[in-house]
């Protein structure tokens, strides 16, 4: 694959736009331009359709054990090449190598959940559902389905998609974030060598008018989606409108509720990882603290001084904590909304306006950031930062802080820090947001359970990965058998037929 410009993979190998349009890929760390991408055109997204569609019959013939067996050798090929890939996502994204290596292995577990597919495949059966009548289930593959992806997790997120659809017998299409292309065309490379046959995966890198042929293209049974709230609301309505399913997943405001009888130290360690790492730029960041009664001060007092500790450098630099953010638009917004904080009378306690990193002066810093006794109509509170902004607000008691975050338009994730089993198993009940940790910050689910958040979070049914994954990237086909040759039995009447 070329270094200078991201191609597109089409039909199992690399393609040209033809649109003749390209985007700059940028090393955040430095603001360099390091590579450009083309930009597919609606025509070359047609091309990989064509391709996903004309591979469809073979993929779908081939025994799901063999699927098993090309992920199995994918799924050792993604191993042996993750600090490849760890290091592709950290200069395109910027976040340090660490943290991109952590997210290529939980990436590489879908793989390994998907590599058990002639068991996910399996489906019901049930003996004489009437005298003489059998009832199976089958789950079949939905045809060609695509996947529209962000700028956050360039690995995991592809990989939360692709791997499970193909082993359920479809071919896919991937729109990667435009901005950190490389890693889905790389991972396309090496499924191609695990043996996958031509045109089961194709990767169209582009923007609005990629994701548009996508979505009104007739050929295209099932789209997910990742990314913000708006474009996965968007694209729940065009994609549902011309009849595909969908599972799009979108933006998050997470809050932690700490009660005072939470274990601090722990606790104020969590937070600070689930807040600042990646530059806050995960959807399951915490972003926002609720501190029940009196644990407020010293919870703000240590988590500031944890904050002030962190290392802000280049991605690739080995003793960074954190590195910078997406853009220098995205640190522009997320600079906007601290002085917004400022000026509707939030308490700024470490202020990340200023960051400046010697040597990589270009590069879109934003240092940590916390504020206290924010309340929830400040701007900080309700728009989604995306950034390493931490907010605190006070509330007397866990009923306030579970109504607070029950009311908040997103339901992504939430956590719970205490040491009372009841008022954990209370939250977990009646909290409205689809993934909860109990002192746990991020509360990502492994593969084999599903992940996805509630309200404006998600739009659609199913979650991705785990079984509503399978459930997501199957149709399901129910079969009544009986054999005639059975004595005493009759065929049929005019009657609705009852068991
Ligand atoms: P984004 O919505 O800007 O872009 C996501 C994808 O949609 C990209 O591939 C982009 O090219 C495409 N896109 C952008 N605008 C479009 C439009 N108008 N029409 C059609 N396609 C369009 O999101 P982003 O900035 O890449 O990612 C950050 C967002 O993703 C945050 O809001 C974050 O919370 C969210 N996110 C959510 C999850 C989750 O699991 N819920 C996971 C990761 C990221």
Redesign the pocket.
């Known amino acids: 694959m070329s270094k200078q410009t991201v191609p597109l993979w089409v039909n199992g190998q690399t393609d040209a736009a033809t649109s003749g349009r390209m985007g700059d890929v940028y090393d955040p760390s430095s603001g360099a331009v390091i590579r450009q991408v083309q930009l597919a055109s609606a025509g070359d997204v047609d091309r990989a359709v064509a391709a996903a569609k004309a591979a469809l019959p073979g993929w779908k013939a081939t025994t799901p054990l063999r699927r098993s067996r090309i992920l199995t050798r994918f799924r050792e090929l993604m191993e042996q090449h993750r600090h490849e890939l760890a290091q592709l996502a950290s200069e395109e994204h910027g976040k340090t190598f660490a943290d991109a290596l952590g997210s290529v292995q939980r990436g590489i577990e879908v793989i390994e959940f998907a590599s058990g597919v002639p068991h996910l495949l399996k489906g019901e059966h049930a003996e004489d559902v009437g005298r003489g009548v059998d009832c199976h289930s089958l789950l079949q593959p939905v045809g060609v389905c695509a996947g529209?992806?962000?700028?956050?997790?360039p690995v995991m997120?592809p990989l939360?998609m692709f791997p499970v659809a193909i082993a359920c017998g479809n071919t896919f299409v991937l729109?990667?974030?435009?901005?950190v292309p490389s890693c889905s065309l790389r991972m396309a490379e090496l499924f191609k060598q695990a043996g996958l046959p031509d045109g089961v995966l194709n990767v169209v890198p582009?923007?609005?008018e990629?994701?548009?042929m996508l979505?009104n293209h007739p050929d295209v049974g099932a789209i997910s989606?990742?990314?913000?709230?708006?474009?996965?609301k968007?694209?729940y309505q065009t994609a549902a409108a011309n009849g595909k399913r969908v599972q799009a997943?979108?933006?998050?405001k997470n809050h932690a509720v700490v009660l005072p009888d939470a274990d601090v130290d722990f606790t104020v360690d969590a937070l600070i990882g689930a807040a600042y790492g990646s530059a806050g730029?995960?959807?399951?960041a915490i972003s926002t603290v609720v501190a029940v009664g009196e644990v407020a001060d010293t919870l703000v007092a240590r988590l500031a001084d944890k904050a002030k500790a962190i290392k802000v450098g280049a991605g690739s630099a080995r003793e960074s904590d954190m590195g910078p953010v997406?853009s220098a638009p995205?640190r522009d917004r997320i600079v906007a909304l601290i002085d917004s904080g400022v000026a509707q009378g939030a308490r700024l306690v470490i202020d990340g306006r200023r960051m400046k990193v010697a040597g990589h002066e270009g590069g879109y810093y934003v240092g940590p950031t916390l504020f206290d006794q924010v309340t929830t109509e400040m701007d900080i509170y309700r728009e989604?930062i995306?950034g390493p902004v931490l907010i605190v607000l006070r509330v007397d008691t866990l009923d306030e802080a579970m109504a607070m975050i029950n009311r908040n338009p997103y339901g992504?994730g939430t956590a719970i820090f205490t040491r009372s089993g009841a008022a954990a198993r209370r939250f977990e009940n009646e909290i409205e947001v689809g993934m909860v940790g109990i002192n746990a910050s991020i509360p990502v689910p492994m593969a084999f359970f599903s992940?996805?958040?509630w309200k404006a979070?998600?739009f659609g049914d199913l979650h991705?990965h785990g079984m509503e994954g399978v459930y997501f990237y199957t149709r399901t086909k129910a079969v009544t058998s009986r054999w005639p040759s059975e004595p005493g039995l009759s065929g049929g009447s005019l009657v609705m037929p009852t068991m």
Do not use: Q
């Open positions: 529209v992806t962000p700028f956050n997790f997120v939360w729109k990667p974030s435009e901005k582009g923007d609005k990629a994701v548009d979505l989606f990742v990314g913000s709230t708006p474009v996965a968007y694209i997943l979108g933006g998050a730029e995960r959807c399951m997406i995205h989604e995306f992504n992940f996805g958040g979070s998600l991705m």
